[in-house]
């Protein structure tokens, strides 16, 4: 069975008077919410991760991190066959080698690689953002959060009406 996971990310503002650490010159901290979806062949939603992280990454770097940390959630509940869906083409193209990475995501497309050869089989696909609206829901929730948390078997009761609807647009398709 192929499960199929898809990466999101939100991204805001963050004033830096927010934490203890003040950014640096020329850098603001920004609270990045990565959220992650898997379902089943079926379509059915099987695991969620909504997870916060705090710096100041583009929106490039978060998308790459996201990718890094769907991958990672997918090994940690057992997942060894998946196909990894991201809308974020030059992150795509660069985890295929269709394009060079950027250095500042060079280190996480290379942890990319290294997790990948943990699955049986795995595969990277693009998927426009409309596509990644589930994902995106819970990375705008991460925000609210202080650590991760993750759903098994269940879908989280903020995005359920959305997780329904979703999979009836799926089945029909």
Not at 71 to 77: M, R, V, Y
Not at 90 to 104: D, F, K
Request: contains cysteine; neutral net charge; charged residues 15%.
């Amino acid at each position: 069975m192929t499960w199929h996971a898809n990466i999101g990310k939100f991204l805001s503002k963050r004033s830096p008077f927010a934490s203890s650490t003040p950014p640096m010159p020329r850098q603001y901290k920004r609270k990045v919410g990565l959220g992650v979806i898997i379902r089943d062949s079926n379509g059915m939603v099987i695991a969620t991760l909504s997870s916060p992280m705090v710096g100041p990454l583009s929106a490039l770097e978060t998308e790459t991190k996201a990718l890094e940390t769907g991958l990672h959630f997918a090994l940690d509940i057992g997942i060894r066959d998946a196909v990894f869906e991201n809308d974020a083409l030059e992150v795509i193209n660069a985890v295929l080698g269709l394009a060079t990475p950027s250095s500042s995501t060079q280190f996480i497309v290379d942890g990319i690689h290294q997790q990948a050869c943990m699955f049986r089989s795995c595969c990277f696909t693009h998927n426009k953002r409309q596509g990644n609206v589930l994902a995106h829901m819970l990375a705008q929730y991460s925000k609210s959060l202080a650590s991760y948390v993750a759903w098994v078997e269940s879908c989280p009761s903020h995005i359920e009406q959305a997780c329904a609807q979703d999979f009836d647009v799926a089945s029909i398709v």
